[in-house]
């Protein structure tokens, strides 16, 4: 039965332990799709050894989910909003299974695209209701603050434990077993959800507007694929072309929402700067993240020779360090201004940054893991409290809209951090191997040096002595300048955090006189 929330009042009293249980069902989603994003990293070398694809549909594989899931997650946190938050969240549980079965049998680079692809509209689908029913579910403010911490450090149990689960995977089975961890998990899910979670609703919800949804994803993916394709070949028309539609569609999107009584997304939530300045920071924080991220586990495997297996227990400091400031973050903001909180975290992570500027191929893991478990201690931090002041800015009615905005950008922001930094570290790579490519080498053997070191390691036997380490400079040098871009990216956010958010009180988002 549908709960009419527009009649809870601000007396409602503490969450039960039912409610608890249901945080935990709806923690599974969530370490769900943290395992996903370690599980494919550790996968990607022996993937591109399988279906040798080129290093654009390598990125393309490890974004596509990113892409589809910043793209569809305003539309699906409206359709939670209309049709019930828990039966959209089965519904993608189900969907997200089906989607998985499909990626791990996946047989051409194409077919993965698809089935990533197919899985981030899938993920839309959890996400935002996971986090609408947490903020619906836990009414007192420092209760729901506490909750969407555990449910963000749920995320880091996932990458903490996906690297674990992957490497033993790994050794055993081929790359495809990597996504049907999924399977288990979704069928917890399917049986505990409907036991022990209740069903919400905006029982003024109207009909779904069609022409917004189809302007969302005019407005996002146009601009997406634009900034991928700039930062990896430059401007062009195609890419001018791209960036003006999504501006044009956006503008007509933010038109079309105000005018509608009943707007797929109410952009008036941006009129409260907690809300605005919280949704910037998770953005930007997150493409240095997930631009790191990927270049982090590719270095384990790929420069320092760790099997998948050892370069998944080398990711646990950082995701321990990911799921002790999820943990401890909310509990110090009762404290300390949650802008000061997040602000010293993210200078922690800009520092851990700067130590990535200095990594060597001969250098050792120690420098990079420390620097590295530095980036996540502020990721943790952002991910609890950026998220809890963005929903607890919104209305109840309107918790599966803000869910929505909060996931979208983090999600776009991985995706981002992914494709921009990604590709800044393989025009490095280039710059540097192409000048240093020994003469009599096959047009073949030059294409799969140039087009990344992945594909260079699977041709290593090949190749004459030294091109394989020369690869592998070339690439910490790529991995240096990312960090670079991570770090003054990083540094600006903590300032802002300090500056803009010193006046906002944790759990309840509203900025005091």
């Given amino acids: 039965m549908a709960v009419d929330i527009a009649t809870f009042s601000p007396e409602r009293p503490a969450a039960s332990i039912r409610t608890w249980l249901g945080l935990a069902v709806l923690a599974l989603p969530t370490a769900l799709l943290g ?17 040798r694809p080129s ?3 390598a990125l393309w ?34 969907a997200f299974a089906a989607a998985s079965v499909l990626a791990a049998y996946a047989t051409t680079p194409e077919m993965l695209i698809f089935a990533r692809a197919v899985l981030g509209v899938a993920g839309a689908t959890l996400m935002p209701s996971t986090l609408a029913l947490i903020s619906n579910m836990f009414a007192v403010p420092a209760q729901r603050a506490l909750a969407i911490g555990i449910w963000a450090t749920m995320f880091a149990v996932g990458m903490a434990a996906g690297p674990l689960v992957g490497g033993l995977l790994l050794e055993r089975f081929w790359w495809g077993s990597a996504f049907l961890v999924a399977l288990p998990v979704v069928a917890i899910l399917i049986v505990a959800g409907p036991l022990l979670l209740p069903e919400y609703r905006d029982p ?12 969302s994803l005019l407005a996002i993916l146009p601009g997406i694929y634009a900034l991928k394709e700039v930062a990896k070949y430059g401007i062009d028309l195609r890419t001018v072309l791209a960036f003006t539609g999504s501006i044009v569609f956006a503008a007509t999107f933010v038109r079309r929402q105000l005018r509608l009584g009943d707007p797929l997304l109410d952009v008036r939530l941006f009129s409260n700067r907690a809300f605005t300045v919280a949704l910037v920071i998770l953005l930007f924080g997150l493409v240095s993240v997930g631009g790191t991220m990927l270049l982090v586990t590719q270095y384990l495997q790929l420069v320092s020779g760790f099997s998948p297996l050892i370069a998944g227990a080398w990711m646990g400091p950082p ?33 851990g940054y700067v130590l990535l500027t200095i990594v060597a191929p001969n250098s050792g893991v120690g420098l990079l893991i420390t620097g ?14 950026g998220t809890d002041l963005v929903i607890g800015t919104a209305p109840p009615e309107k918790a599966g809209s803000a869910s929505a905005m909060s996931e979208m950008v983090q999600e776009l922001g991985i995706a981002l951090g992914v494709a921009v930094l990604g590709s800044l570290t393989t025009f490095i790579y280039r710059r540097e191997i192409l000048t240093k490519l020994p003469s009599g080498l096959a047009a073949s053997q030059s294409d799969a040096i140039a087009d990344g070191l992945a594909t260079t390691s699977a041709i290593q036997d ?19 300048g990312a960090a670079i871009v991570a770090a003054l990216i990083t540094s600006v956010l903590a300032v802002l955090s300090i500056v803009a958010l010193r006046h906002v009180g944790t759990g309840d988002s509203h900025v005091r006189p």
């Avoid at 003024?204 to 302007?215: E, F, I, N, Q, Y």
């Avoid at 990911?322 to 949650?338: D, H, Q, Y």
């Avoid at 590295?372 to 409290?385: D, E, H, K, R």
């Fill in 372 to 385: 590295f478990s530095l980036a996540y201690l502020g990721l943790g931090t952002i991910a609890a409290l």
């Fill in 35 to 51: 395992l996903d994003v370690t599980l494919l990293y550790l996968a990607l070398p022996a993937l591109a050894a399988d279906l």
């Fill in 204 to 215: 003024a919800g109207g009909r779904l507007d069609l022409t917004s949804v189809a302007l």
């Fill in 55 to 57: 290093s654009t549909q």
């Fill in 319 to 351: 995701a321990l360090m990911m799921f002790l400031a999820g943990i401890a973050a909310p509990l110090i903001a009762r404290r300390i201004s949650p802008g000061l909180v997040v602000g010293t975290a993210l200078a922690f992570s800009a520092a």
């Fill in 462 to 480: 090949t190749l004459p002595a030294g091109v394989l380490k020369q690869a592998q400079d070339a690439f910490v040098s790529g991995l240096n």
């Fill in 61 to 94: 594989i490890m974004d596509a989910y990113g892409f589809m899931i910043a793209g569809s997650l305003i539309t699906m946190g409206s359709v939670g909003d209309r049709i019930g938050r828990r039966k959209l969240l089965m519904i993608g549980g189900i």
